[in-house]
């Protein structure tokens, strides 16, 4: 059973930045696409970027407009998500997600088959 964990989240002012990882074990990834998502309160779990697990370019969100950035280290077995001039509006839970189906980085949350616990990211004002 493949498994994953997520950390790094935290609280920032608003135009900070913060760095999340996510460890896979458990299996072998190498053909699933790996994304971030994240659920604010009384929302529904959106998409924020996924990437295949052996790089390449990253598909985001459009509310992300170039402010995080996705990326993979095989050889640690890690996913990151660099964020910056966070906003507010970015609170969230983030959770890391694997997708088996990997060939397209899918957005649908339906799509991925395993998840992490998720951390917390609050953006003050």
């Known amino acids: 059973q493949g498994q994953l964990m997520e950390s790094g989240g935290g609280t920032v002012q608003a135009g900070g930045s913060l760095r999340l990882s996510c460890v896979a074990s458990g299996r072998t990834f190498s053909d699933y696409a790996m994304g971030w998502f994240r659920q604010a309160p009384g929302k529904e779990r959106e998409f924020v970027a996924g990437i295949h697990w052996s790089g390449g370019s990253g598909v985001y969100a459009n509310f992300v407009q170039d402010r995080f950035t996705i990326s993979s280290d095989n050889a640690k077995n890690m996913v990151f998500l660099q964020m910056d001039s966070l906003k507010p509006e970015d609170t969230a839970v983030y959770y890391c997600?694997?997708?088996?189906?990997?060939?397209?980085?899918?957005?649908?949350?339906?799509?991925?088959?395993?998840w992490g616990q998720g951390t917390q990211v609050t953006v003050s004002s």
């Open positions: 997600a694997a997708d088996r189906h990997g060939a397209i980085i899918r957005t649908l949350p339906a799509a991925y088959t395993y």
